[in-house]
Each structure stands twice: as C-alpha cells, then as structure tokens.
C-alpha cells in the first residue's frame, strides 16, 4: 500500500508564493517520477510540473518561469515552490508519482488527495 501526503497550499494574494510538499509512504521499491497536477474549476486535471529520479524536469507553460520543482529521493518527497502566483493559478492541487512497490510488478501511478490554492484578493 503507497500513500501520498500533501502539505501547503492555502489562500494567498496575487503576486504572493506558496509552496507545497508531497511525500511517499508504505512498500516502495523505487519511485521514478513525482510531480504535481492542478485541476482548475470546471476544467480538466492537468500537468503543473514533475520531476524524474534523475532529476529532469517538466513544466507546463504557465508553470515555467514561476514554479520551481525539486524532490528528495531518499524521502520520496517532492516540493513545488510557487511563485508570482495569479488568480488563474487557482486550483486543487494533486500530487503524482510514479512507484514500484514490488519487483515482480510494473510500476503504478498515486495521486494524493489534492489541496486547495487559491489566489485572491
């Protein structure tokens, strides 16, 4: 069993930052990618940034330049930091990952529970 745990998010004012964090637990062999995805109101969930083991990078349009990805391997963690952040940015926020949690099976994609961003005045 694999569990992710979401930390941060909130309310904060335009051009503010919030960071969030995303940590792994349970039976993991290895984890090949952590990552964040949003799903704004009334849209589909999609892809923020994420983060392989080897430290490659993936940023949507509206991340790069503002977000900054970066994970801990060894506490199958992940941090987005976010920063400039604009009402459009307002979503829930899902944390990924990609893990092997036996050797005789594939790898399989977790999402956290996700945790709410809102930007407002």
């Known amino acids: 069993q694999v569990q992710l745990v979401e930390s941060g998010g909130g309310l904060v004012q335009p051009g503010g930052s919030l960071s969030l964090a995303c940590t792994a637990s349970?039976?993991?062999?290895?984890?090949?990618?952590m990552g964040w995805y949003r799903r704004l109101p009334g849209k589909y969930r999609e892809m923020v940034a994420t983060?392989?083991?080897?430290?490659?990078?993936l940023y949507s349009d509206s991340a790069k330049g503002r977000f900054n990805i970066s994970g801990d391997n060894a506490k199958y963690t992940t941090y987005l930091q976010m920063n400039s952040l604009v009402p459009e940015d307002t979503a829930v926020y899902y944390c990924?990952?990609?893990?092997?949690?036996?050797?005789?099976?594939?790898?399989?994609?977790?999402w956290g529970q996700g945790t709410q961003v809102s930007v407002s005045r």
């Open positions: 983060i392989n083991s080897e430290g490659r990078t």
């Open positions: 349970g039976t993991i062999i290895n984890v090949d990618a």
């Open positions: 990924y990952a990609s893990i092997r949690s036996s050797p005789s099976r594939p790898t399989f994609a977790y």
